[in-house]
């Protein structure tokens, strides 16, 4: 569990002139505050085990989500951000990170350029100030990236918001977000019966690292075409979710002939446990190419992934989902013993970009 240190809130040593988001699209100046004791600099490979201590104390704090060091060090080769300009850290003298706000862009945009959040303050230290600052900076860092590009397509930003974190949520409200999507986290008792599924005659199961990674994102890109607010992923994008989440044993593909019609993508998080108090394997990805859609497929590999984790000891599975998944997915998922045990909302903002 995490320790307090003790030592009270940080206090920035002056106001902050410009340092609300911006209107619109435009770029503007957002200062860095000063702090007593507190450097502010981009983000480094070295800080991955602090970052990761940040998060883990939001964890805690707020029963969200948290990475691994080896996740964090993972993200540095991430197409949606470049760590130099697109990241700033707030670290005391002893190496502590207070603040950790991360900008990524996601590539390729074909509605919008969309602006996602990996922005963690330590609960100790959530002033209005400090809170509007991070909010501002990362906003702006997104219009000015969007801003060198030739495309010219709205921003839309996303933010992550758990039930825990009401100050957020009115943070952002009162900056013109609104909650778009509802996120369920469901979870399976592994204990009980898992029923058995078949394959329709003409597929087989193999495991996910046998398929080519071209013909993984092909199946991901077309189950996911009708979503909300989904756009195809990049080839980049794909590969580092691919490495950084999977459990292979607990990963596979359904085969027709030499190419995927589904897949599902597990993972572990052990360093989740202890304030869990339970043990948990992620079904992290799971999608069905629309050509083989009402044939099973879905049940049968969540299935073979649930008593994957059975067999390796673990007591649920768990998977999130948008509560009006236009698939019936959240209906499947119930049907298997799946049940809601927490959630949260993604808000969003839509401006123009900077001209």
């Not at 004791?37 to 800080?47: L, M, Y």
């Not at 501002?136 to 860092?141: F, K």
């Not at 909300?228 to 459990?247: C, D, F, I, K």
């Amino acid at each position: 569990m995490f320790r307090r240190s003790g030592r009270g809130p940080i206090r920035l040593q002056g106001p902050l002139p410009h340092g609300r988001p911006p209107r619109g699209g435009a770029v503007v100046s957002v200062p860095l505050p000063e702090i007593k004791g507190v450097s502010w600099r981009a983000a480094t490979r070295d800080d991955a085990e602090a970052i990761a201590a940040l998060q883990h104390a939001c964890f805690i704090a707020d029963d969200s989500f948290s990475e691994t060091a080896a996740q964090i060090a993972d993200r540095f080769n991430s197409p949606m951000s470049k760590v130099e300009t697109d990241t700033l850290l707030a670290v005391r003298d002893d190496g502590t990170v207070l603040v950790s706000l991360w900008n990524q862009l996601v590539p390729e945009p074909v509605e919008a350029w969309k602006v996602y959040d990996e922005n963690f303050i330590h609960p100790q230290h959530r002033t209005p100030e400090l809170m509007e600052f991070a909010l501002a900076w990362w906003m702006n860092r997104g219009a000015e990236r969007v801003a060198t590009t030739d495309i010219n397509l709205p921003i839309r930003y996303h933010q992550v918001v758990f039930p825990t974190r009401p100050d957020k949520r009115k943070l952002l409200e009162a900056h013109g977000y609104e909650a778009s999507m509802f996120i369920d986290e469901l979870r399976r008792d592994l204990s009980e019966p898992i029923e058995d599924f078949s394959l329709p005659d003409g597929l087989r199961l193999v495991a996910f690292d046998d398929v080519p990674t071209e013909d993984a994102l092909a199946v991901r890109n077309d189950a996911f075409r009708d979503h909300r607010g989904s756009q195809p992923w990049t080839l980049e994008m794909w590969e580092a979710r691919s490495v950084e989440m999977q459990r292979p044993d607990a990963s596979f593909a359904v085969m027709e002939d030499d190419r995927p019609v589904s897949y599902v993508m597990s993972a572990v998080y052990p360093d989740d446990w202890e304030a869990r108090g339970y043990t948990e394997g992620w079904v992290e990805g799971l999608g069905t190419a629309r050509s083989h859609r009402g044939r099973g497929l879905a049940s049968f590999l969540i299935t073979e992934s649930m008593k994957a984790f059975r067999d390796s000891g673990l007591d649920y599975a768990t998977l999130g989902v948008d509560s009006e998944n236009p698939t019936g997915a959240v209906g499947l998922y119930r049907r298997l013993g799946f049940e809601k045990v927490r959630g949260f909302a993604e808000y969003t903002k839509t401006v123009d970009r900077a001209t």
